[in-house]
């Protein structure tokens, strides 16, 4: 068998195996850029600056919120709160990103932030350092999140709450002037939980 009809079977075969259904490992959008499945193929950083991957929370139910420490809205940590001691022993988390990009109203450091709501608030669910949640410099997972999720569409204003499920996506979506405890959040977690629990 020459070498010239060797190569020509392999170019044939790799040709073959791009044309084929699902013979890639996971398909890419035109612009090039792999399509995250689920919220657990991110990493983030704590507000003390440490690695988190979100990877360590999977199987929990989780609600991701964008927060500020100057906002009308600001006293939703303290319903944020009641939500994470009333649901936490059942595999729930509030997962927090403060963020300045609504008329700078989160304009402290880390230090700032995590003094602020500890204090103020007596928060306990995890914090993690500042991001962006819209714009040129969007944090990876807020761009999944308001782009590839189930809830498209860019976050208006501080204290939008993404739900995620214990599979890792998103599941629901609430603007900012519903609150923590309100029965539409707490109606879905509850449903959420219960599921997990049946597992």
Not at 58 to 78: D, I, W
Not at 147 to 173: H, M, Q, Y
Request: net charge positive; aromatic share 12%; charged share 20%.
């Amino acid at each position: 068998m020459s070498s010239r009809f060797v190569r020509l079977t392999l170019t044939t075969l790799a040709l073959a195996a791009t044309l084929l259904p699902g013979a890639g490992l996971a398909k890419t959008p035109a612009g090039g850029r792999p399509v995250q499945k689920d919220i657990y193929g991110f990493e983030v950083l704590s507000i003390k600056g440490n690695k988190v991957p979100l990877s360590s929370y999977k199987g929990k139910v989780l609600l991701v919120v964008n927060t500020a420490s100057r906002c009308g809205f600001t006293p939703q940590y303290e319903g944020l709160e009641a939500l994470y001691q009333k649901y936490r022993a059942q595999g729930f988390e509030v997962l927090a990103f403060p963020a300045n990009d609504f008329l700078s109203q989160e304009p402290g450091t880390d230090e700032e932030i995590e003094e602020f709501c500890s204090t103020r608030f007596g928060t306990k669910f995890p914090l993690f350092s500042k991001i962006h949640v819209k714009g040129g410099k969007i944090a990876p997972l807020y761009s999944w999140l308001t782009k590839d999720s189930a809830f498209p569409g860019d976050v208006e204003w501080n204290f939008t709450k993404f739900l995620i499920g214990p599979d890792g996506k998103v599941v629901a979506r609430f603007p900012s002037k519903v609150k923590p405890l309100a029965p539409e959040i707490t109606g879905q977690i509850e449903t959420l939980l219960a599921s997990r629990a049946a597992r």
